[in-house]
């Protein structure tokens, strides 16, 4: 009788810790099941980010035709080298203006001023072709360890509006690996091996090069193949870059040039004119005006999220361009230009752009009487500063 009560005692034991080992298993798999679901979900989430990187935000154009790069070179066509192209035209013949915005997709002030002017111009006299997104690559992704946001927004009067915060250089997906060392085409000019996706190093391009050299081909065929009168490239610059609030000119252009920053320094909007280094082969005014004979400038805004000195990067810092960091070097001597306690918001720069740009326009008039550009509904610069960009987005 002990002998079988010691039994079923021992059955028993063995089957609680049995069922105790099989509950413990099931938890197991369970977490495991769940640390999966979060997983799978949370790589959907990103998955999800990164492919809309590469949908293009919307524009809303004033009536204008439109075009694409690879209209010019078909190589780029299904690419994100590829990008949208709008064409201004006059019902008056006169002079062709091209406009590129977006070189550098992490310098919002040039996306959004060429934005701005698809959706608000028209034009009298002439021709106005405007690429918002010049290196639509560049578009789809951020600069590494850097921390940026993936977009910013602007409030318009009909509510919130988004846009992209790229990078300075050619998505790597689109072209990779990089060299140790970039060697310019054809100039034979070495940079670091990173250049090689930047479009502003990249002219005159060529047929068979990279992917951001297929860009700057195609850029160099639209301005040949459309005779372009005058062109403009439009960028930001780190607030320690000593080339920064300046209109920088090839020698084609420096009269022009010249005459425009007298009439802005008089308008109390302060710029410096800089001469485009001879040397210094690749960028878009130099190689625009030796390789075509166009006249080529190149604007420079403030951008106060490039460069070192700023602290955390976050949508409405963008916006704002307020920075207690940079506020601080300011204060310290270690930036360029003037740094106010309100920061230097986008509102401020895509004015400066809109100024320097009509101010250009009416110098290449006055010095070029039978050949005019007229543009009307270009945002002024006092309407930006006191209204906001967003009352000029649709």
């Not at 590494?144 to 977009?151: F, K, L």
């Not at 915060?165 to 072209?175: A, F, K, L, P, V």
């Not at 030796?290 to 460069?307: H, K, R």
Request: net charge negative; aromatic share 8%; hydrophobic share 35%.
């Amino acid at each position: 009788m002990e002998n079988a009560i010691d039994s079923l005692n021992c059955f028993n034991s063995a089957n609680i810790k049995s069922v105790a080992d099989k509950m413990s298993i099931l938890k197991i798999h369970w977490a495991r099941f769940l640390i999966l679901i979060c997983a799978v979900s949370i790589s959907a989430y990103v998955g999800n980010q990164f492919l809309s990187m590469h949908i293009p935000d919307p524009i809303y154009p004033n009536e204008c035709k439109r075009a694409q790069l690879s209209d010019y070179f078909s190589d780029l066509a299904g690419t994100a080298g590829d990008t949208d192209i709008y064409l201004f035209e006059g019902d008056q013949e006169g002079a062709t203006a091209l406009i590129l915005g977006g070189t550098h997709a992490n310098e919002p002030a040039s996306h959004i001023t060429a934005v701005c002017l698809v959706e608000n111009i028209d034009v009298e006299i002439g021709r106005l072709i405007i690429l918002p997104r010049a290196n639509n690559s560049g578009f789809t992704h951020n600069d590494p360890q850097e921390g940026n946001p993936q977009r910013f927004k602007i409030e318009t009067p009909n509510g919130e509006r988004w846009f992209r915060y790229g990078s300075r250089y050619t998505n790597s997906i689109d072209q990779w690996p990089d060299p140790d060392v970039y060697e310019h085409y054809p100039s034979g000019q070495r940079l670091s091996g990173g250049e090689t996706r930047n479009l502003n190093r990249s002219y005159p391009g060529r047929p068979d090069g990279s992917m951001t050299e297929k860009i700057g081909y195609a850029i160099m065929q639209l301005l040949k193949q459309e005779r372009v009168d005058i062109a403009f490239d439009m960028h930001e610059a780190s607030l320690e870059y000593p080339v920064i609030n300046a209109v920088v000119v090839h020698e084609l252009a420096f009269d022009i040039g010249a005459e425009a920053v007298m009439y802005l320094q008089m308008e109390d909007i302060h710029f410096n004119l800089e001469p485009s280094p001879e040397s210094f082969r690749g960028l878009s005014h130099r190689e625009w005006g030796d390789g075509l004979g166009i006249p080529a400038l190149l604007m420079e805004s403030a951008n106060p999220l490039q460069g070192r000195y700023h602290g955390k990067v976050s949508p409405d810092i963008v916006v704002t361009g307020k920075d207690k960091y940079n506020l601080q070097a300011a204060k310290s001597g270690l930036i360029e230009v003037d740094y106010p306690e309100d920061g230097i918001p986008l509102n401020l720069r895509v004015a400066r752009h809109m100024a320097g740009l009509a101010t250009i326009l009416d110098a290449w008039n006055s010095n070029n009487p039978e050949n005019t550009i007229s543009v009307n509904n270009l945002p002024l610069y006092d309407e930006i500063n006191d209204r906001g960009i967003g009352a000029f987005l649709k």
